[in-house]
């Protein structure tokens, strides 16, 4: 005798899936459009040359002189930040989206999916 049927003899038994009919509530096509949720930018700027900058300014009794190093590398950083964003700003607004690109807003999806209807 097998063991799970001691063990879950209050159990349940699995639905046979060729019992249970399918209805289709909505038609099973895709939309002509994305919704813009869920977006969310997961950069951190220059999170990590800036605790670099504290703990060298900790150690060293927040002396400026000292850190020298740390301030234009966070300075390169946050540069190199700014550009960055500039043009993932630029790229976001466009709609018709570039040819080759892996990363496409939901405005560039929805332009294609209006260009390409599904049937």
């Known amino acids: 005798m097998r063991l799970t049927s ?6 349940r038994a699995p639905q046979n899936e060729n019992k249970v009919p399918f ?10 459009r994305v919704s813009s949720k869920n977006q969310k930018a997961t950069d951190r700027g220059c999170l990590y040359e800036l605790s670099l900058l504290l703990t ?3 150690e060293n009794e927040f002396e400026d002189k000292r850190c020298v190093p740390q301030f234009k590398v966070l300075d390169q950083c946050y540069k190199t930040h700014l550009k960055n964003v500039e ?5 976001q607004e466009q709609i ?3 040819p080759n690109s892996k990363n496409h807003t939901h405005k560039q999806i929805t332009y294609l999916l209006r ?4 049937v």
Do not use: G, M, S, W
């Open 87 to 91: 043009r993932a700003q630029i790229e």
């Open 96 to 98: 018709v989206p570039v």
């Open 115 to 118: 260009r390409y209807p599904t």
């Open 23 to 32: 209805k289709a509530i909505l038609p099973l096509k895709l939309r002509d």
């Open 6 to 11: 001691i063990f879950c003899r209050n159990a």
């Open 56 to 58: 060298c300014l900790e």
